[in-house]
């Protein structure tokens, strides 16, 4: 999915609410909550498809053992807009932590190439992602039980998740300068298409 049309962007206004986001609009939610969304959307479609095409048994066994610890028994009712919206109005991470925690996921997934971004999973990877790049990138966080409520699960799960999280990655959180724009002009560039 695209950004909606009623939402028209520029690489300038992007770069600006990266770098000078304003906390006193307190109705303004951060433009890159809409691109991480729509680039979210987009993989979930490509992998949907995906996974029709390939025989059911073939794409679940290639998931892979640890990384099944994302998927839920149910599909959370809220769209990925919705939850990262939530995320926001809640935790007032600043702009950068969703850069951050895309980075995390695209890293992620090339480090665990079995595993497919999907809707009984997502959720729960956004949350954890977010919350660990909140912890990386800002001087004061929430704690987990606060990220657990907002993100609708139990604190001892995303405990879990996030140990799990950090060690599919190798504790290899550092995003330098260079890496950090180089996802934001790919940000920019969404906006421009």
């Known amino acids: 999915m695209a950004v909606s049309?009623?939402?028209?962007?520029?690489?300038?206004?992007?770069?600006?609410?990266?770098?000078s986001y304003s906390y006193q609009d307190n109705s303004k939610t951060p433009l890159v909550i809409s691109?991480?969304?729509?680039?979210?959307?987009?993989?979930?479609?490509?992998?949907?498809?995906?996974?029709?095409?390939?025989?059911?048994?073939?794409?679940?066994?290639?998931?892979?053992?640890?990384?099944?610890i994302f998927d839920c028994r149910e599909i959370p009712d809220l769209t990925i807009q919705s939850y990262l919206e939530r995320i926001f109005?809640?935790?007032k991470a600043c702009p950068s932590v969703y850069v951050v925690a895309y980075v995390y996921i695209d890293r992620f997934c090339q480090i665990n190439p079995g595993f497919k971004i999907?809707?009984?999973?997502?959720?729960?990877?956004?949350?954890?992602?977010?919350m660990i790049a909140s912890k990386y990138v800002e001087d004061l966080n929430y704690r987990n039980?606060?990220?657990?409520?907002?993100?609708?699960?139990?604190?001892?799960?995303?405990?879990?998740?996030?140990?799990?999280f950090l060690f599919l990655m190798g504790f290899k959180l550092?995003?330098?300068?260079?890496v950090f724009e180089s996802y934001c002009c790919h940000l920019e560039r969404e906006v421009s298409t």
Do not use: M, W
Request: glycine share 6%; with cysteine.
């Open 5 to 19: 049309n009623s939402l028209i962007i520029s690489p300038r206004e992007l770069r600006s609410d990266l770098y």
């Open 35 to 68: 691109l991480l969304s729509s680039l979210i959307d987009r993989t979930l479609t490509r992998n949907q498809r995906i996974s029709r095409r390939a025989s059911p048994a073939c794409y679940s066994s290639c998931g892979g053992g640890k990384t099944h």
């Open 89 to 91: 109005r809640y935790t």
């Open 118 to 130: 999907s809707l009984t999973n997502v959720h729960r990877l956004l949350v954890t992602t977010i």
């Open 145 to 164: 039980s606060y990220f657990a409520k907002v993100g609708g699960l139990e604190t001892e799960e995303l405990n879990r998740l996030e140990l799990e």
């Open 174 to 178: 550092h995003v330098n300068v260079s």
